[in-house]
Each structure stands twice: as C-alpha cells, then as structure tokens.
C-alpha cells in the first residue's frame, strides 16, 4: 500500500462521503481551519518574537513559551483534524497537487526546525532564560521558524487558486465534480 | 449597491488587481497571517481578564504589549480587506457573511476599545464583556471564510440564492 492507495482510501472513506455531501461542512471546516492556523502562527510568534529579543523582555524564555505551547499544541491538533477532513473531501486532486505536496515539506521543515531547537539551543535555556539576548542558534531558530510558518500559510492558501490540477483550468468548469 | 458593485468592479483599478493572477491570493495570504497576529493578542488580552494567562503582569503591561500589535496587524487587515473588496465587489456585496461580518468587526474593534479603556487603568475590566469579544473576533474570522460559500452556509437567505 503506497502513499497513493491511503490518499485513496481517506477520500473514499465515510468521512470524504460526509464532507462532499453535506453542503455546510467545507465552509464550517475550512473556518475552523482558518482559526487553527491563525492561533497555530499567532503564539508560535509570540515566542519566537521573544527568542528574538523583541517584547516581554521581563518575561523568561520559559514561561512565555510554557504558556504558548498549550495553545500551540491544541489548535495545530484541532488544524490536523481540519485538514484530513478537506483532504478527504477531495483526496485523489490533493495527493497530486503541487502546491499541497509543497505545503506538507513547508510543514515539515517547520516540524523539523521545533525538533532541532528543542534537542539543541533549548537545552541550555537555563543558562539564558532571563537574558535579554539569546544565544544565536535560537535566534536563528526563531527567525526561521517565522519565515516558515508564514511559507506554510501563503503555500496553503495557494492551493485554492490552483483548483488541484496543475494545468490551466477555466474559472466556470469545476473539475472536482467531474472526477469520481 | 448592486450597481455600484458592477462599477466599482468595471474599474481600471479593479481590472487591474483582477488580472494580476498573483495578486489576490498574496492579498488573502497576508491577510491570513494577520489573522493570526489580531487574534492571538486578542486571545492572550481575554485571557489576562479571565485570569488564565500572564496574570504575573498588571493589565496595563498586558495591554501595552498587544494593544499596538491589534493596531497595526488591524490596519493592514483594512488595507487588505479593502483591495480585495474593490478587485471583486460584487462577490461581497451580494453575501451576507459579508455584511454580517463587517458589522461584527465593528462590533469587536468597539469590545476591544471597551477593553482597553478598563486594562490601560490596571481596573477589573469586564469578564462577560472579554468572553464576548473573543466570540466576536471568532465570527469575524468565520464569516470571512464563508464569503465563498453563501449559498451554502446561508440557504435561502442568500442574495445570491
């Protein structure tokens, strides 16, 4: 079973069947991944506008991204089950969709720049928890981190304008509706 | 309304950001992340007057530090929202999340002024009035999606329907 067979089986699932049938259910879910992503970034900049020595300077390092990540984790979960909800909606155009291919590597390089910071420049955090500066390894990981959830967000909304086919498609045929 | 919608999209201006292809989805972008930044300051405000976060700082600090963030990021949100209405007038003013949710966000920039005014005096603002303006700012963000999807979300009570 390869990465193609599951995308099948997500859009041919019952969820894929409840999301194409009832006409409330892209709109409410799309919303809701709208709030998701936004509170994912918003406190995702909290602390990294910290890292970077820009406000609450009063504030330690772990207490502003203690009290960030709760809300972090909740709403990037809540944005996971958002997204296979539309992805199942339509799962065979989104698995060969450029712009959804480059949103999940933007996703995960984002993932992979947490996990790098976290098992690196984080585990010395004591030394420089109430210091204005922080050491540069985490101020790159902060910028970077930025730089990438912002990429996540334009490449995301990317996808809607490509209508999931990556050749020229005039605005009145919808070929969602066309292809089981 | 209708007919100032056809002018208004007839417009060289109009035209313009119609036919730049890149144009409207960077706008929408932008917009997006600047959803992101409005909405957790007015998360972590509500919270502060709900005494679940940054209750080690006095109001007046907490307000200071996001107060100029909801200023700007609501100001480039306008500037946004505006270039976006004027390159498809007509597809906004025929939805009713559209209307709806301007009167909404009028609403929440008034809350979080109501806000303000309690927190920059370090006075107990409001528990009711917090919870209602995160329920705002949350409407705002839904109706702005559901734009697209009037019919959909709106039934017969459509414009469009």
């Known amino acids: ?16 069947e409840w999301m194409r049938t009832n006409v409330r259910a892209m709109p409410i879910v799309e919303a809701l991944h709208v709030i998701a992503a936004a509170t994912v970034f918003g406190t995702v900049l909290v602390v990294d506008l910290r890292l970077l020595g820009l406000p609450d300077l009063k504030r330690t390092v772990t207490r502003v ?25 339509n799962a065979n155009t ?31 955090v004591a030394q420089w928890d109430s210091k204005q500066v922080s050491p540069r390894a985490a101020k790159v990981a902060a910028a970077l981190s930025i730089l990438l959830w912002v990429g996540v967000i334009f490449v995301a909304r990317w996808i809607g304008f490509t209508k999931g086919y990556d050749f020229a498609v005039p605005d009145n045929i919808d070929l969602d509706l066309t292809i089981p | 309304m ?25 706008l929408q ?97 409001s528990r009711p009035l917090a919870v209602f303006t995160l329920l705002l700012w949350l409407a705002v963000i839904f109706l702005g999606r559901a734009i697209a999807y009037d019919v959909e979300v709106w039934g017969a009570l459509s414009f469009k329907a």
Do not use: C
Not at chain 1, 1 to 16: E, F, R, Y
């Open chain 1, 94 to 124: 989104y698995y060969g969709n450029t712009a959804f291919r480059i949103k999940l590597l933007a996703l995960a390089a984002a993932g992979a720049n947490m996990a790098l910071f976290h098992f690196g420049a984080f585990r010395t």
């Open chain 2, 29 to 125: 972008s932008i917009h997006i992340v600047m959803i992101g930044v409005v909405f957790v300051a007015v998360l972590l405000l509500v919270l502060r007057v709900l005494g679940v976060a940054r209750t080690d700082e006095p109001e007046s600090v907490v307000w200071a530090r996001f107060a100029p963030w909801i200023k700007r990021s609501v100001s480039v949100l306008a500037l946004t929202g505006l270039v976006l209405i004027i390159s498809e007038p007509v597809r906004e003013f025929t939805a009713v999340s559209f209307w709806l949710k301007m009167l909404l966000l009028a609403l929440g920039i008034a809350s979080i002024a109501a806000l303000g005014s309690a927190l920059r005096r370090d006075a107990a603002a």
């Open chain 1, 65 to 89: 991204s203690g009290e960030m990540l709760h809300f972090t984790w909740a709403a990037f979960g809540l944005a996971v089950i958002t997204g296979v909800m539309m992805f199942a909606a």
């Open chain 2, 2 to 26: 209708e007919h100032f919608a056809q002018w208004l999209q007839a417009t060289p201006l109009s035209i313009l950001i119609q036919s730049t292809s890149w144009l409207i989805p960077l």
């Open chain 1, 1 to 16: 079973m390869d990465l193609h067979d599951i995308a099948l089986t997500v859009g041919n699932s019952g969820l894929g």
